[in-house]
């Protein structure tokens, strides 16, 4: 089945700590990515997206992401992580046949401790 | 910009009532999505409109689950009757229009959390 992963559920880091949250997807062809964060009590909201043009992609707040064709997978990176990046971190897809609805992975739970 | 708004936030109800969620998009956005996240789960699409116009419902539980958007603004989801297993999170959220590059984001709205007994 059609599909994306997340392959951390939790990830604990203290701050200061480079982060890395892994995203692999299974549909074929084109696709659309997107990462999107919520904080706690908070809406999700878009982190960053990736089309087409240069595979690695800038978001807000540091983030950035590393579209690897090859391997299917779109992970997430921020060099050093603070407090304030404690949130839940969804991957999502939108294959280029669909309504554009997002497809999204479990999410990874990211607490940075002090 | 005001954001998506939802309501209510909360709503607790025993199985097999009914209850409604209701969704206003950011004015302008011609698309609406509802999606359905249970606890430990990313959102999951259940409908997706294009002004009033029924795009994608095709993971929507039509035997219990119904959506419409009068007049392509406000949209309301129905739950009737409710199972225990509809407990979740109701994401409502908009984009102008998905088809156009730089347009397609999607906002999310707060979400309704619902409890069923």
């Known amino acids: 089945a059609q599909s994306v992963s997340q392959h951390n559920h939790h990830v604990i880091l203290s701050e200061a700590a480079s982060l890395e949250l892994g995203c692999n997807y299974s549909?074929?062809?084109?696709?659309?990515l997107f990462w999107y964060v919520q904080y706690p009590g908070q809406h999700l909201q878009l982190l960053l997206k990736?089309?087409?043009?240069?595979?690695l992609v800038k978001g807000i707040k540091g983030f950035e992401a590393e579209f690897i064709k090859s391997k299917f997978s779109f992970n997430l990176r921020k060099p050093s992580v603070q407090w304030s990046d404690t949130a839940e971190y969804f991957c999502?897809?939108?294959?280029?046949?669909?309504?554009?609805?997002?497809?999204f992975g479990k999410g990874t739970s990211l607490l940075v401790t002090p | 910009e005001a954001g998506v708004a939802q309501s209510p936030r909360y709503k607790i109800i025993e199985k097999r009532q009914s209850v409604a969620f209701w969704c206003n998009p950011i004015s302008g956005h011609a698309t609406l999505y509802w999606y359905q996240q249970i606890l430990g789960q990313g959102p999951k699409l259940l409908i997706q409109f294009q002004n009033n116009g029924v795009v994608d419902d095709s993971q929507l539980p039509k035997d219990r689950f119904s959506a419409e958007r009068l007049k392509g603004v406000d949209s309301t989801l129905k739950i009737q009757p409710a199972k225990l297993e509809d407990s979740a999170v109701y994401l409502c959220?908009?984009?102008?229009?998905?088809?156009?590059?730089?347009?397609?984001?999607?906002?999310f709205g707060p979400g309704t959390r619902l409890l069923v007994l």
């Open positions: 549909y074929g062809g084109t696709v659309n």
């Open positions: 999502a897809v939108i294959p280029s046949n669909s309504g554009y609805a997002l497809n």
């Open positions: 990736y089309f087409s043009g240069d595979p």
């Open positions: 959220a908009s984009s102008l229009d998905p088809r156009d590059r730089g347009q397609e984001t999607q906002y």
